[in-house]
């Protein structure tokens, strides 16, 4: 274990906690679920961009994005630009409506939103199994990440480094609550920004300057500086894919959702626009680009996910490597603990209060039972990480798929459609999860694209079809009011 590089992020985790508990002894008065779940919608411009890009960018950001840049090449830089649009596109579809509506609703989940606008348990029961059995998928890899960086950089057997980083992220989780989560995700997003900028420099240094690493690579496989990547993977059904999976399909992930009814004003809403398409931009390129010029340096590794920590060790001094260590870590952090308390919040204010409503005066009742829930998911999601795949990224793709394929359009045209119903929407969330789990399963490429393309095209059509069989209840409202 080389402890000048430990040393900087234990310090790191240290100031988090530290935080954490400030954070949670400032807690505002009022509803507990409220406060716990979302922080009483008080996120300024600035917070709301870093939390934003917090359950964004994950260990599959820094991990395994960077590992796929190292196998396939520049052309993969390219295609992770694709993702620059995200934060303008989610806040700008669902922000302003999704805020008014969640107030006119008192709204503290997606699920909340989802009952107020189609008026169906079924449809509440449903997305509710669909983001828990995504969310668990999307939370191993998380911890898979965390336990490899460990792994690499503090050669901590895989196993040990996962209890060690799950067991401490969830009883972090557990207990801050929304407010420490947002006030977490604003620290974390600086040091991700920092992190990268210290790595790319160190990357670019260590190659002899851009235009040697670019040759270097040339060498190594002229297919590694080609617009289509090694093998020839980028080819326009995929990138059309990748776009509709990790940009456009954004505004259907839930965990994007509850962050959109979160915030305080308009004005904290086109802060956090600016500064989140700023950001994402400034990490999407930083990561990816290390990671491809990265090959220069170190050209036969097995793994392409040890990519970043390897280059973290081989290009940085130990204090910057320290440094850049708490990057990949922050947004680890902040990833788990975004999914872990909207999962919370499903089971404790979707299912368990849906049946058993009369708890819900219980406050100490409520609080111990959310901060045990999550304690359970963290322990669950362990479980799951324990037999990682080679390279994480399709793990993440597939979870994220699942989700947008469910939620993406009972999201978008329940605001946007005043006709929308709660039959449309059930035939959309069935037909996405079924096609997308059949396709995704067997790894059907319908002419070259990604199951998420032909499934969000048959749940579009399912919503349209299944539309003309239901009635719109009498609550749904299309928002028109300003915030």
């Known amino acids: 274990m080389q402890s000048d590089v430990i040393l900087p992020l234990i310090a790191y985790l240290l100031l988090v906690f530290g935080l954490s508990i400030y954070a949670w002894r400032r807690r505002q008065q009022g509803n507990f679920l409220t406060e716990y779940f979302i922080g009483n919608r008080s996120m300024g411009g600035f917070v709301l961009a870093m939390t934003l890009i917090g359950t964004y960018v994950s260990a599959s950001s820094f991990i395994g994005g960077p590992g796929a840049a190292y196998k396939y090449g520049l052309g993969w830089v390219l295609l992770s630009m694709i993702q620059v649009p995200t934060m303008l596109l989610s806040l700008s579809i669902l922000g302003k409506k999704f805020a008014i509506l969640a107030r006119r609703y008192n ?25 828990l059995v995504a969310f668990i998928g999307a939370m191993a890899v998380q911890f898979i990440g965390g336990a490899r960086l460990l792994e690499t950089v503090a050669h901590v057997p895989y196993n040990l480094g996962l209890l060690i980083f799950g067991i401490t992220i969830a009883l972090y989780t557990a207990f801050g609550g929304f407010r420490a989560s947002v006030l ?6 600086i040091v991700m920004l920092i992190g990268t900028l210290l790595l790319l420099v160190g990357v670019i240094y260590a190659a002899g300057g851009l235009p040697a690493a670019v040759d270097k690579l040339a060498q190594i496989n002229p297919a590694l500086v080609d617009p289509h990547g090694s093998n020839q993977i980028l080819s326009a059904p995929f990138m059309a894919s990748f776009w509709v999976l990790v940009c456009f399909g954004v505004i259907g992930l839930p965990n994007t959702a509850v962050r959109c009814i979160s ?15 700023l ?6 390129l930083g990561m990816h680009l290390a990671g491809a010029l990265g090959r220069a340096i170190l050209p036969n590794l097995t793994i392409p996910d040890q990519v970043l920590p390897e280059l973290m060790l081989t290009v940085l001094p130990p204090l910057a490597a320290g440094i850049f260590l708490a990057a990949p870590t ?82 978008v045209l329940g605001l946007y459609w005043e006709r929308a119903n709660a039959s449309g929407a059930l035939c959309s969330m069935f037909s996405g999860a079924a096609s997308y789990t059949l396709l995704a399963s067997f790894s059907i490429q319908l002419a ?26 009498a609550s749904a409202v299309v928002a028109s009011s300003s915030l």
């Open 107 to 131: 709204a503290i989940t997606l699920n909340d939103m989802l009952y107020a606008r189609y008026g169906s348990r079924l449809l509440v029961w449903f997305a509710s199994l669909s983001l």
């Open 184 to 189: 977490n995700d604003a620290l974390q997003g």
């Open 263 to 277: 915030y305080r004003d308009s004005k904290a809403l086109h802060r956090g626009i600016l500064i989140g398409t």
């Open 279 to 284: 950001v994402i931009s400034v990490l999407m």
């Open 330 to 411: 922050a947004a680890i952090m902040s990833n788990i603990n975004a999914h872990l308390l909207q999962a919370s919040a499903t089971i404790v204010k979707d299912l368990y209060l849906s049946v058993y409503p009369q708890k819900i005066s219980n406050e100490r009742y409520i609080r111990h039972l959310s901060s045990f829930t999550t304690l359970l998911l963290g322990l669950l999601v362990l479980l799951a990480s324990w037999r990682p795949p080679e390279m994480i990224i399709w793990l993440n793709l597939l979870a994220f798929g699942g989700l947008e394929a469910v939620f993406l359009w009972p999201l």
């Open 448 to 473: 070259g694209f990604h199951p998420i393309v032909p499934s969000l095209l048959l749940s579009l059509v399912a919503f349209i079809l299944g539309n003309r069989f239901g009635h719109q209840p």
